[in-house]
């Protein structure tokens, strides 16, 4: 596996975690490209033989040498915005492989999809349908679409990372997507290519994913009784992974309950995996700055905070925290608190643990939405990212300087 213990201390593959603390500092992210590499090649088992393609929902992890790897695995990307294409770009993927979802695509951010020749916009109003309609005209070309729908599905995960209902802001609405595609195959400028659909993230039931599918099938023998064809079905992304104790469904199971509903259909299926590929794939490593006992809790002031890994403080989300060398003896039970002065910035809460000043902690499925979402909150440069490989360490982003940044900021004269 690729994040063990071995002669008593946390290795990522073959490097000791200490020994990436020592030479890059802490708090820092490290990968496994190894887990990485597995990730993406068990989605892929489940797909042998059926018209596919994986586009990994850069969001969850835009590091370009992580997209660069997945990119010689023959993956596509989902992106949402300019910056994740031109990532994607500099990164050596293909942009016929691009899918581009959100809700606010720009014109700017338009034209550059179409000059790349992405494979296809996935379109939220008909606001933003005429306005791809009239970039594609003014370049002379014709934009390749699906509509993204909202099936009005439950998800059941938290309420902030649900998007398939009614009242969220994604997404047609299920009952006027037919008359959207029939405007839609009415543009000049526009081909209708797909049909597409997300209903939200971190998604421990397969039943949601199916729901959600059934109402798009159906929607799709409607548009081919109006003679419009889709060509391919994006199911989005949405897997969720395990964090404590979730159970959610294996690749395999969920892609070939997927390929089924699909069996005879002559469509290829996009998926857009974004945590699922990457999640369990990174730790956070950060040192024990202060043990400070409290009346009614004992804090663990660490050196990585909310700025570094939001989603505790935000969504009150679990990662496991172990020491990277455990220690024998009772432990204590620690509230494990950043530096940052917001009383949110906490990691995580009554961990039991045998801790020393100095001691290093591995913050556990950080590989996704940790450093994407890393701000510079109380001038903290973000940390470095780390990408192991075997016995070899790779430094893969620079620990950010502070002087770079209030590089732009600017006193008046
Ligand atoms: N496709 C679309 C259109 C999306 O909006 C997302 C995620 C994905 C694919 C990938 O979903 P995944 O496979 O990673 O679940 N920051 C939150 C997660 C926000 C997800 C936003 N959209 C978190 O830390 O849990």
Avoid: W
């Avoid at 959100?102 to 008909?126: H, P, Q, Y």
């Avoid at 009150?316 to 204590?332: C, L, M, N, Q």
């Amino acid at each position: 596996m690729t994040f063990t213990l071995k002669n008593n201390e946390l290795h990522a593959e073959n490097v000791a975690l200490s020994k990436i603390a020592a030479e890059f500092n802490t708090p820092c992210y490290v990968y496994s490209k190894s887990a990485l590499t597995q990730a993406f090649k068990s989605f892929e088992a489940g797909l042998i033989g059926a018209n596919h393609l994986v586009c990994f929902a850069v969001k969850a992890n835009p590091n370009i040498a992580i997209l660069n790897l997945f990119a010689k695995l023959g993956a596509g990307f989902d992106i949402v915005s300019g910056g994740e294409l031109a990532r994607v770009l500099a990164a050596g993927g293909d942009p016929k492989k691009i899918v581009f979802s959100g809700v606010g695509k720009t014109a700017d951010e338009m034209r550059d999809a179409l000059n790349a020749g992405i494979l296809c916009f996935n379109i939220e109003s008909i606001n933003e349908l005429a306005r791809l309609n009239d970039v594609a005209s003014a370049l002379g070309k014709v934009a390749p679409i699906s509509l993204r729908v909202n099936p009005n599905v439950d998800a059941k995960t938290h309420p902030y990372i649900s998007t398939g209902l009614k009242n969220n802001k994604f997404g047609v609405a299920f009952e006027d997507a037919i008359a959207l595609y029939e405007k839609a195959a009415s543009m000049h400028n526009i081909a209708v290519h797909g049909v597409d659909c997300h209903i939200g993230s971190q998604i421990t039931e397969l039943s949601p994913f199916l729901d959600a599918l059934d109402k798009v099938l159906g929607l799709v023998d409607s548009l081919a009784e109006k003679s419009i064809v889709i060509e391919h079905i994006d199911v989005g992304g949405g897997v969720g992974i395990t964090y404590s104790d979730e159970t959610p469904p294996d690749f395999k199971t969920y892609t070939q309950a997927i390929l089924q509903k699909l069996n005879g259909r002559n469509v290829k299926v996009l998926f857009e995996p974004g945590r699922a590929l990457v999640g369990n794939a990174g730790v956070l490593l950060t040192r024990v700055e202060y043990l400070k006992p409290g009346e009614s809790k004992n804090f663990c002031i660490v050196d990585a905070a909310m700025n570094d890994l939001m989603r505790p403080a935000l969504y009150d989300a679990y990662h496991e925290i172990v020491a990277v060398k455990p220690r024998t003896g009772s432990a204590k039970v620690y509230e494990i608190v950043g530096p940052v002065c917001e009383s949110g910035d906490f990691l995580g809460h009554d961990r039991a643990l045998n801790l020393q000043e100095d001691d290093l902690l591995a913050i556990k499925s950080a590989g996704a939405y940790g450093m994407s979402m890393a701000s510079n909150y109380n001038t903290r440069g973000r940390a470095a990212e780390i990408m192991v490989d075997s016995d070899k360490v790779h430094l893969i982003r620079e620990r950010e300087h502070i002087t770079d940044l209030f590089l732009l900021e600017k006193i008046p004269e």
